[in-house]
């Protein structure tokens, strides 16, 4: 017989749970097995019973549902929960992401909504479950993507490159994205998805002997995308505080669990850099239209070519290209010694406006020219890098905006 999913409510009010439990009732293959009318309820019941999916409401009084989420999400990672609310605004649902919910439905609520978010739900508890607590062999032997994206040179767009790299990704392959902001003592990676971290890189711990991949979780930020950020420390003083090796170690972590890993690297080269650089199995190396920022990058590249690193691991971008401008893409493969140049337009205007308001060019405008282009350069890269096999999932947003796909 087939098991039903067990499904615990918590509200603190009874009458509530009451109606939740009647919409919850007609399905055969869901049980109400627990009520908590607290946050601290819910984490003993969780504790005792371990059941499949929390629904949780996000407005209760003392440790409120995204409190109680993110303790879930904490202690229990693979508890899946469903919060919910009376408005479903963009501030609302990144607050939920940002506590790990897996879904926010907004009231008034449906038997069907309901219904249909318990299975999405309970199949990705599913999925984390066989991801975290199968062979640990098989954890170990995951072989991600990771991708650098590095300029010898500042102000060239590295970030805003990195940040619309990964969610592409993540929109097109449904796959576990993480970035990682290594540009550790300006790194703005957090500001520009308008994300408030509460851990960053260096609140890893330096003995990482005893961390499991569910312990990894709590210091990223998820965004409403479904990427996650491990951020840069948020004072310049920190980076003292982290070493390379430091660095290499907890990317080895983050690869039992994630399959892609986009890297946004600082403007120079040093021993973080060069350890990312190693690793990686892509490096897009950013140039923009000015004589001063090429000769920057070719000496990168003769950097690099001393460094062995193989001319096929490398593409560079062309970023803020315009067709105006005085140096032509021929002068520019012939300086530079490359023929194969990825060009992105310059949109100065929309970058502004998706730096300023945290949203991603390829999911805000995606039918302008510049999304394209990342997208197109996404793809290029799902196409010549090895990626697990996955079937497409659909997105928390998805239901909610219509965003991603299915």
Known sequence: MRKKIRILLVNNNPTSIKTFKALIEPFENIKVTGEALTGQEAL???DKYQPDVAIIDANMPEMTGFETTQKIKELYPYIGVILMGTAASLDVIRKAMQAGANDFLEFPLTSSKLHHSILEVHAWKLQQKQKFLSNPKQISNREPNII???STKGGVGKSILAI????SLKEETRED???????????DVADMLNLTPKNTIVDIPTDR???EPKDLLQYVTIHPSGIHVLPAPTEPEQAEMIKAQDIQEIIDLYTQIYDYIIIDLPPLFNQVVLGSIERADKILLLATMEIPTLKNVKGGLDTLQ???VPDDKIELVLNRFQTSCELKVDDIQAFLGRVNLFLIDDNSELIRYSINTGEPIVLQHKD???AKQLITLSRSLIE????PSSKPKTSFLKRIFGRGRE
């Open 368 to 370: 302008s020219t510049v």
């Open 209 to 211: 002997m005893g961390l």
């Open 148 to 150: 650098v994206v590095f």
């Open 44 to 46: 003993e019941f969780i």
């Open 306 to 308: 001393k460094l062995n």
């Open 177 to 187: 994205v993480l970035l990682i902001d290594l540009d550790l003592q300006f790194g």
């Open 384 to 387: 010549t890098t090895s990626t």
């Open 164 to 167: 619309n790299l990964a969610v």
